[in-house]
């Protein structure tokens, strides 16, 4: 096999930059759909999209790993970043099918709750991982990381409250499976995100 001996420093973390701020125009571009109460099959395919682009980066992080003999941080924690970020756009992009699939009106309060309390995991783990590279912003990467670990416990309150109401309130039980699984759904993204940061903050204790 034949090894391409890279800067260390740029590609790998180049890549993951490029990961983290898909996930940011993702959620971006899908919280806006949900400001606006629609989601139809345009937004449903631009998130695919975004799904599509995250996938094709997370490919190609592992084929530079193949390709790669002297990588900046453990081989495992790349891949692992990698795979990680890209099943937090996993996760958007079902959530957004399920909900054009389901029928169901975006306006929902709680809906919106999760999707602005993802929004803003998301950017801290763009921002913590934008900065990565850095060893001076160690502080600042583990504050991002301390602020999604914040934001998940959020996303647990959220849900139960949001379970709660539907069930005090809805009157259909096949509306409380749909409504219920989405909750779900978006709480377990807001879970993926906070594993990403411990991910990140093993990372910066095997390197401080």
């Not at 400001?35 to 695919?48: H, S």
């Not at 790993?65 to 996993?90: C, G, H, Q, S």
């Not at 590279?133 to 998940?152: A, F, G, P, T, Y």
Request: charge should be negative; aromatic fraction near 8%; charged fraction near 30%.
């Amino acid at each position: 096999m034949a090894f391409n001996f890279i800067p260390k420093e740029v590609k790998f973390f180049d890549y993951l930059t490029l990961q983290a701020e898909n996930a940011v125009k993702t959620i971006d571009y899908f919280k806006s759909a949900v400001k606006r109460g629609v989601v139809d099959e345009e937004v449903v395919k631009k998130v695919r999209d975004f799904e599509h682009e995250g996938d094709t980066l997370a490919h190609e992080i592992v084929d530079m790993l193949n390709r790669t003999f002297i990588t900046p941080l453990d081989r495992e924690d790349i891949y692992t970043l990698a795979n990680t970020l890209d099943d937090v756009v996993d996760l958007i992009n079902a959530i957004s099918n399920r909900v054009r699939l389901y029928k169901l009106d975006p306006s929902d309060e709680y809906f919106k709750q999760f999707i602005d309390t993802i929004d803003q995991s998301v950017v801290a783990l763009s921002n913590a991982v934008k900065h990565l590279h850095d060893n001076k912003r160690q502080r600042r990467v583990l504050d991002h990381c301390i602020e999604v670990n914040r934001l998940e416990n959020t996303g647990d309150i959220i849900r139960e409250k949001a379970i709660s109401h539907l069930f005090e309130t809805e009157k259909d039980p096949i509306m409380v499976i749909k409504w219920k699984e989405i909750y779900e759904v978006a709480e377990g993204t807001l879970d993926t995100c906070e594993h990403v940061a411990k991910v990140i903050e093993s990372i910066l204790v095997k390197h401080g």
